[in-house]
């Protein structure tokens, strides 16, 4: 992932948490240096979130070689490493490494399984492949690039990765939130390791104003919940050591989850249950 967290420190702000958020670095009153530093929490939480789930959540390219096989309908099947498949840019298969046939924006369909699957036709070739794959996979977690005002049709998002024609969008800035749809007819950009700016055009025009660096997601809002819950256990300051979630060594399944004092664990325990429906397993 980049330097942007799954949830934007305003958001984690509006959040009812009840936590002090204006003194995480103490003797500093410059407001900015307090947001930054809360935004480090949130991007190391966002980390977190990726490990337990052993992939990058947020939308990302993917290159990929593996191995597929062609079914007996003429279809190339691909298992994807990371999940959910979001589109398809390119592939590449051969019975070996070294004689492979190139398809640039093929056509592909996505199971319900998530395995990917490639219309190539009733080729020669039958079973085992190998195969080079380029893909997208993840949930669209970006920031608006550009302040937007009410009746706008387009926004511009830092990063368009996985931003896809049609689909549906929340706009998570505090107090004017609202979900946005992408105009059907849009194309996304290649999706390219160093993503530009770029100007999305909308279904529909927007009823808020929106600031830059706002939010703009397509994660399910319980994935982003446990980022913030995660994020509330590394902020509780106990008043005493017996409140202390980390007396001991770090916290572990084995250690203080199991711990009846009144600290953190709690939140940990419930961003773990959330996000195991979205674990990739290995």
């Known amino acids: 992932?980049?330097?942007?967290?799954?949830?934007?420190?305003?958001?984690?702000?509006?959040?009812?948490?009840?936590?002090?958020?204006?003194?995480?670095?103490?003797?500093?009153?410059?407001?900015?240096?307090?947001?930054?530093?809360?935004?480090?929490?949130l991007l190391a939480s966002s980390g977190w979130a990726d490990n337990i789930c052993n992939q990058t959540l947020g939308a990302h390219r993917v290159d990929l070689s593996t191995h597929g096989r062609i079914d007996r309908d003429g279809n190339l099947v691909v298992f994807p490493s990371d999940?959910?498949?979001?589109?398809?840019?390119?592939?590449?298969?051969?019975?070996t490494f070294s004689r492979m046939a190139y398809?640039?924006?093929?056509?592909?369909?996505?199971?319900k399984n998530q395995t990917i699957l490639i219309p190539v036709g009733r080729v020669s070739t039958r079973g085992r492949v190998w195969v080079d794959i380029?893909?997208?996979?993840?949930?669209?977690?970006?920031?608006l690039a550009e302040d937007a005002g009410p009746g706008d049709t387009s926004?511009?998002?830092a990063d368009p990765t996985g931003v896809m024609p049609g689909a549906t969008y929340r706009l998570w800035e505090p107090g004017v939130e609202e979900t946005v749809r992408v105009s059907p007819t849009w194309t996304p950009p290649d999706v390219t390791t160093s993503p530009a700016p770029t100007v999305v055009p909308l279904a529909a025009p927007i009823a808020n104003p929106h600031t830059e660096g706002s939010g703009w997601s397509g994660m399910p809002a319980e994935m982003r919940l446990a980022v913030?819950?995660?994020?509330?256990?590394?902020?509780m300051r106990p008043d005493t050591a017996a409140e202390d979630s980390y007396p001991d060594t770090a916290l572990s399944a084995g250690?203080?989850?199991e711990d009846s004092r009144k600290d953190g664990s709690g939140l940990v325990r419930e961003a773990e249950r959330i996000l195991t429906s979205y674990t990739r397993q290995m």
């Open 1 to 41: 992932m980049d330097g942007t967290p799954y949830v934007t420190a305003a958001e984690f702000t509006a959040h009812p948490t009840y936590l002090d958020v204006e003194t995480l670095r103490p003797g500093i009153m410059d407001p900015a240096a307090q947001t930054a530093e809360l935004t480090n929490v």
């Open 83 to 95: 999940r959910p498949v979001l589109s398809v840019a390119a592939v590449s298969y051969g019975s």
């Open 103 to 111: 398809l640039p924006a093929p056509a592909y369909r996505v199971d």
């Open 134 to 143: 380029t893909y997208t996979a993840g949930w669209v977690s970006t920031l």
């Open 155 to 157: 926004l511009t998002v």
């Open 228 to 235: 913030v819950n995660y994020t509330i256990s590394q902020l």
């Open 255 to 257: 250690t203080q989850q």
